[in-house]
């Protein structure tokens, strides 16, 4: 069912410092910060050949990343995306093996303008999975 790995998603405390290691010290391409008001997050996109890693930080006060940097007060990996050729063929898969959608279980337009859901961690070996149909 899931295709390529889309992106990994870094929630980081400091979105300059976490863009100038992953520019300076690591040696990617990265992108200038890209608001992003309705998903309450502001992103730097890393792009590595055969994939990306997103920079997200809080915007707003609201964000859904606010908890997870609250617990996680240096940062880490809030979530990873997996494409998916149909997503309403891979979410009725998944509830019929018995994993839980976040939210109301609609997908919803994400990050990158495509419908994209959210998979409980519990369900996912502790990793939020986000599916993405590319
Ligand atoms: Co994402």
Avoid at 28 to 36: D, F, I, N, T
């Amino acid at each position: 069912m899931i295709g390529k790995l889309n992106h990994v998603a870094i929630a980081v405390p400091d979105l300059e410092a976490a863009t100038a290691l992953y520019r300076d010290t690591l040696g990617a391409k990265v992108s200038a910060p890209v608001p992003q008001p309705a998903h309450g997050v502001t992103v730097v996109f890393v792009e590595l050949p055969n994939t990306k890693v997103e920079l997200l930080h809080p915007l707003g006060d609201k964000s859904p990343i606010a908890a997870f940097l609250e617990k996680n007060g240096a940062g880490g990996i809030h979530h990873i995306c997996y494409e998916v050729e149909d997503i309403y063929a891979a979410r009725d898969q998944l509830k019929a093996k018995g994993a839980r959608v976040l939210g109301d279980g609609e997908p919803k337009i994400g990050a990158h303008d495509k419908p994209v859901l959210f998979l409980h961690p519990k369900d996912f070996v502790g990793t939020l999975v986000e599916l993405e149909q590319a």
